[in-house]
């Protein structure tokens, strides 16, 4: 398993060939959003309105940050669970995202969607949120104020750490994992 730095935008060529446990070091912004901030994001794009931030090429960060204290960059930033964004995924990635970050499985459905749009889904360790924190080197909220820590954020990050858990080829971590056990059992 690979260690790989990855600048965002990303493109195509990017993760094509990320494999699933694959450490990862992404550089550049990188942007925060759950699902009250995905839906409503949605509904403005449908609406004809522009995105508050190009998607094409984009990483998403599942997350809610605890309140940024005096002098901060940001507070502890652990990624939420990922299931609950699965109803927009498929969308997002027609928009161009490349990259999503977050904890626990994903759908079947966004499996597939990935494999169809050439991205990746990837994992950031849950419980290491302080951690995660010393890497995002700028926060700005750019969208969606009112949703307070569910708002719409451009975090400029250096090097966070995350896992390819599922790659452009649609295998799974958390599967070949299980599958690894039962033959090791």
């Given at each position: 398993?690979?260690?790989?730095?990855?600048?965002?935008?990303?493109?195509?060529?990017?993760?094509?060939n990320?494999?699933i446990?694959d450490?990862?070091?992404?550089?550049g912004?990188?942007?925060?959003?759950?699902d009250?901030a995905?839906?409503?994001?949605?509904?403005?794009?449908?609406?004809?309105?522009?995105?508050?931030?190009d998607?094409?090429g984009?990483?998403?960060?599942y997350?809610?940050p605890?309140?940024t204290k005096?002098?901060?960059?940001?507070n502890?930033?652990?990624?939420?669970?990922s299931?609950r964004?699965?109803?927009?995924t498929?969308?997002?990635?027609?928009?161009?995202?490349?990259g999503?970050?977050?904890?626990?499985n994903?759908?079947?459905?966004?499996?597939e969607?990935?494999k169809k749009h050439?991205a990746?889904?990837m994992?950031a360790?849950?419980?290491?949120?302080?951690?995660?924190a010393k890497s995002?080197?700028?926060?700005e909220?750019?969208a969606?104020?009112d949703?307070?820590?569910e708002?719409?954020?451009?975090?400029?990050?250096e090097?966070?750490?995350?896992?390819?858990?599922?790659?452009?080829?649609g295998n799974?971590?958390?599967?070949?994992g299980?599958?690894?056990?039962?033959?090791?059992?």
């Open positions: 398993m690979a260690v790989v730095k990855l600048t965002t935008p990303l493109k195509t060529e990017d993760v094509q990320l494999k446990g450490k990862v070091l992404i550089s912004e990188i942007y925060t959003a759950r009250a995905h839906k409503r994001l949605l509904d403005m794009i449908d609406k004809g309105e522009k995105s508050p931030f998607i094409e984009s990483v998403i960060y997350v809610g605890a309140p005096p002098g901060q960059v940001i502890s930033c652990g990624p939420t669970t299931y964004m699965d109803p927009y498929g969308r997002m990635l027609e928009l161009g995202a490349k999503f970050v977050g904890k626990g994903r759908s079947p459905e966004v499996v969607d990935l050439k990746v889904y994992a360790t849950g419980g290491a949120a302080a951690l995660i995002v080197k700028g926060n909220t750019i969606f104020e949703l307070g820590a708002a719409i954020r451009r975090l400029t990050v090097d966070f750490p995350a896992t390819v858990v599922n790659d452009v080829n799974d971590l958390y599967q070949e299980i599958k690894q056990y039962a033959r090791n059992g």
